[in-house]
């Protein structure tokens, strides 16, 4: 019987790790290319190379370039040569060579090489689980396919860094270990812990459907016997990580006081999402979603939740479900968010004094509850997140293609259909309200009906949105959610975060697989901005103004900013001020109206 010391990294074979590398060198290649952070000279042939900073080591590889400067790379073609010898694949080397063309410091540096390693190891983890056909993963229902995601956000190489999390809480908290969970509830007194929540839903309401009688009575057993009173504490979920690894010792002090009391796991069995603080019921689907505090290090940002941010959350999500019920655009297009009904964080007066704003201790203890898209289903409909959309399986197959041939249209009128119910909420709330989403892949919920996609359901609102509109009429509980943002930046949320981020992923993997052309993807995507514009002749103005149809447009790079500084890429009371602008690209729908 194996040791479970040995078995922890069983994943952590020549074979696998040699995959994984050169799965990532290949995708560093293609995004780093694509920000002119790496210029490959072409060989011919679509041919290209590109060399270390001593111009010692060289990468050949071939690949083709598609629509927004969209690089293609094929794995299998790379090679590694350095004075005569071809060597294997190292994605750590590979960075170490390229560390000047990079620009990573010598702070970064080593924190972006753990960053690399733990997703090479998250790699290796997932090609030790039986190949799914992207066919078959459709049809696994929603939360299979969140598990069952294999590469993360698109952008970003170094997605999974996930610093913190050690190889035995890796396979029990990450999303693809798809290992069920319960959360540990803290009691926290109601002088120490502020709970908000939105038109119609109180703390008791709230708690009693979330965590039923039973358990309640459990909890309220366990402060009796302390000789503490259940009613003047507020209850509090924790992630397991945050709770053994940050709260039992960090907050010891309040523990040891009594003005935190640790209740135990809950009852319920919880899968954790792509955004992997974020927690799905599948013991009781209705129930709400739970996203927790998680003091560790992801993507560019350390994961916390803030106890003053999250205050405002539920007014700012039934300020924007108000607006979407009265836009009747939006309503016919059937365009929903899954609402942040209520909010609750805890305040360490001592930390609190001790900190200025944004430090990560003031982002230790809180959680928000967000709506469930499962009793919005009617029958026949099932939900996946868009981010599946780009998803390929060991066979070259996408999770688009294989909607495409269950729902017997032509590509092109599939993709219509999928365009009317992502893009042009997005267009429509841009446009008549100066509203900015976050539009990933892992922020979209797609509703797909014998394989078509009916509508779309946005989430993760109070922490995502914008409005750019410096005269806007907000509720003085919503303020926060305006930005100020330069005139010739605003249409960059719309073309850099849907047609950079997520649409020339889709267009070129359709093409690269066969289904569907690019001239036709980006002709479709052009007829369905102009179907768009024709129903709302009012905001013809806006449409000059902003205009979708432009030649080109700035190139926001995303790996830039997590090269520059991986623990804080953007700071989220200015996020126009970070980016990086890279010269332009050729929009693909230029002179299409």
Known sequence: MMSPVIDSVAHLTPERWATANRLLIRKALAEFSHERLL??????????????DDAATEYRFTAR????????????????????????????????????????????????????????AGTAYKLTKPPVTSAELVRAGFQAIETGMTEGHPCFVANNGRLGFGVDEYRAYAPEAAAGIRLVWLAARRDRATFTAGTGLDYGTLIAGELGEETLTRFAATMTGLGLDLDDYLLIPVHPWQWWNKLAVTFAGELAQRHLVCLGEGEDTYLAQQSIRTFFNTSTPDRHYVKTALSVLNMGFMRGLSAAYMEATPAINDWLAELIERDELLREARFSIIRERAAIGYHHRTY?????KGSPYLKMLAALWRESPVPGLAPGERVATMASLLHTDHEGGSVAGALIAESGLAPAVWLRHYLDAYLVPVLHSFYAYDLVFMPHGENVILVVEDGVVRRTVFKDIAEEIAVMDPDAVLPPQVERIRAEVPEDMKLLSVLTDVFDCFLRFLGAGLANEGVLDEETFWRTVAACVTGYQESVPYLADKFKQYDMFAEE???????RLQLRNNKQMVDLTDPSGALQLIGTLKNPIAGQA
């Open 553 to 559: 447009f700035a190139l926001s790079c995303l790996n």
């Open 39 to 52: 210029t490959p000279a072409p060989l011919g042939d679509d041919h290209y190379s590109v060399r270390s």
């Open 65 to 120: 370039i598609y629509a927004l400067d969209h690089w293609q790379v094929e794995a299998d073609s790379i090679t590694r040569h350095r004075h005569g010898s071809e060597l294997p694949l190292e994605a750590g080397e590979f960075f170490v060579e390229l560390r000047s063309a990079l620009g990573l410091s010598a702070e970064v540096l080593p924190v972006y090489l753990e960053e690399i390693s733990s997703t090479l």
């Open 352 to 356: 609190e004094a001790a900190t200025a």
